[in-house]
């Protein structure tokens, strides 16, 4: 099972309640938390870190101190039984939390935005993933559906995407890196963008909730 938490938030609400919220997180996650520069990100990340919190103690009779970070970055949770992967993503006013028992997961939430030149960003792209942004109906669209894929299988193997980005093709609904097979799947949900799932196992089975208050997950 995989679960998808998605939490529509107005970035006041968590100004006012970022103090209280920041102090029920383990002294670990606080420092990772406040280590960001921009304070909305760091509000970004208090929100997604909350929602892990509640889902592991809801979800899984655990909580934050289960989780540990490879050396690349990647967080990664080890209970007695089982071994969860994660991720955390926001856009704008969504955030979202991907978690379930599979060997690695990864999650990207893009807002669509428009470019003054598509080809400007081509750095990040194959020559074959430039080529279908090109012919595609909404060169902008295609881009942003490109990026989302790229950051979500990204955040699935644990690299960076200065990296992988050249050497990828997230054309279709699967995705080849260093011999593994990543599956790729879109959620649907009523955003102005793209929600983009990577796992190395299949995606069949994704419950998707929406959180509106994080007392009630």
């Known amino acids: 099972m995989i679960y998808l938490f998605l939490h529509p938030v107005e970035s006041t609400i968590i100004t006012d309640s970022f103090d209280c919220l920041i102090t029920q997180l383990p002294r670990g996650i606080q420092d ?9 990100k760091r509000e970004s990340s208090l929100l997604g870190y909350t929602l892990l919190q509640r889902a592991l103690v809801h979800y899984y009779d655990t909580n934050l101190d289960a989780i540990t970070f490879l050396s690349s ?3 990664i949770l080890k209970l007695a039984n089982q071994l969860l992967s ?3 993503s926001h856009s704008r006013n969504l955030v979202g939390l991907v978690i379930g028992e599979a060997n690695t997961l990864g999650l990207d939430i893009e807002a669509f935005r428009r470019f003054d030149k598509v080809e400007a960003s081509f750095s990040f792209f194959s020559p074959v993933e430039q080529k279908a942004i090109l012919a595609a109906t909404s060169p902008d669209w295609k881009l942003i559906e490109f990026w989302s894929k790229k950051e979500a299988l990204v955040k699935a193997v644990g690299g ?13 609904d699967k995705a080849q890196w260093k011999g593994n ?13 793209f929600i983009w799932i990577a796992s190395l196992v299949p995606i069949d089975n994704i419950t998707i909730k929406t959180i509106h208050d994080l007392n009630k997950m």
Do not use: H, W
């Not at 990772?32 to 909305?40: A, D, G, S």
């Open 32 to 40: 990772r938390i406040l280590r960001k520069k921009q304070q909305k």
């Open 86 to 88: 994660f991720n955390i």
């Open 73 to 75: 970055g990647k967080p």
């Open 160 to 172: 960076r995407m200065f990296d992988m980005a050249a050497y990828t093709d997230v054309r279709f």
């Open 181 to 193: 097979t990543y599956q790729l799947s879109c959620i649907d949900y009523d955003f102005e963008g």
